[in-house]
């Protein structure tokens, strides 16, 4: 297990460091207000450059928190591959880009995944300590995922039908990589969690983003619909330990503050018209 969390930090190193973007780029740089935020004061890092998460070994343990994945044969498992089947149809489509580019977790692209939904701009000059705050918890909810996946090395649905995905540069790692729970979905749903205690206000918009960016999973033929269901509930448990975190507190006060400063000045998230199409497109028999 230890071997494999290795791999997966740094493979998470290369996303956090990284400028990679998918088809769709997300909010257009906006006007800065006249006094920029001041930046966050150093923090723990996983390689230099890239913050490490707030809770260290402290993580939820989601083979004690999931039941087993549902076993083939099952009326569960057939589930599965009916959502993932009906999910392929969308393939090409503008959901389908709204998926690739969800698949890229390399930053800063990733920190613009809730710009519309939140209103605003996400990036190290509009807002450092929520920039900051999203690459630490998405260390914290990803890794939860390992002692279950560690565990039951789950096969991709893409591996299962010998398929491809909707992001080429994973497929090597994904293959290695156990499918439940999404760890994708961990880190999608903590972020909405935050962001909708963040920012109340836009808190349907930004849990219906968190929702739609771990379906997105199922388009990408990188999960199965229970991979996402239990991924979930994995970012959930490590929103909940994060909230006894200092360090994780006052960040969350600093991002507050930045968000409530753009709104004052009036900067918005830009360029969403593709967004909002695409979410429009929802996955068949997935209610």
């Known amino acids: 297990m230890r071997a494999i969390r290795t791999v997966f930090v740094l493979a998470l190193a290369a996303q956090l460091g990284g400028c990679a973007s998918g088809p769709l780029t997300g909010p257009a740089p906006a006007v800065l207000p006249s006094a920029q935020p001041p930046a966050p004061p150093p923090v723990p890092e996983l390689r230099p450059g890239v913050p490490a ?38 393939k090409g489509g503008p959901r389908y880009a709204l998926a690739s580019s969800d698949a890229d977790l390399g930053f800063p692209h990733a920190a613009g995944t809730f710009a ?14 929520l920039y900051l705050l999203l ?48 760890g994708h979905t961990a880190v999608g749903w903590a972020w909405a969690l935050l962001l909708s205690e963040l920012s109340p ?15 997105n999973r199922l388009i990408c033929n990188a999960h199965w619909q229970s991979d996402v269901l239990q991924g979930r509930a994995v970012g959930a448990g490590a929103v909940a330990v994060l909230h006894a975190n200092a360090q994780f507190i006052a960040d969350m006060a600093a991002a507050r503050n930045e968000i409530s400063a753009l709104r004052a000045n009036g900067v918005d998230a830009q360029d969403c018209e593709a967004e909002a199409t695409a979410l429009e497109v929802k996955i068949p028999g997935v209610e």
């Open 201 to 215: 206000e836009q808190a349907d918009a930004v849990l219906a983003r968190g929702r739609a960016f771990g379906e």
């Open 135 to 182: 690459q630490r918890s998405m260390v914290d909810a990803g890794l939860a995922t390992y002692a279950a996946k560690d565990h039951y090395n789950r096969v991709r649905p893409f591996v299962f039908y010998k398929e491809k995905t909707c992001f080429a540069a994973d497929e090597a790692a994904l293959r290695k990589d156990g499918s439940y729970p999404s």
């Open 116 to 129: 519309c939904a939140l209103g605003v701009p996400i990036s190290p000059q509009h807002t450092p300590r």
């Open 53 to 90: 998460g707030y809770l260290g070994r402290s993580l939820p343990d989601s083979l004690a928190l999931l039941p087993a994945p549902p076993p083939r044969g099952s009326p569960a498992w057939a589930r599965d591959q009916a959502v993932s089947r009906a999910a392929q149809t969308l």
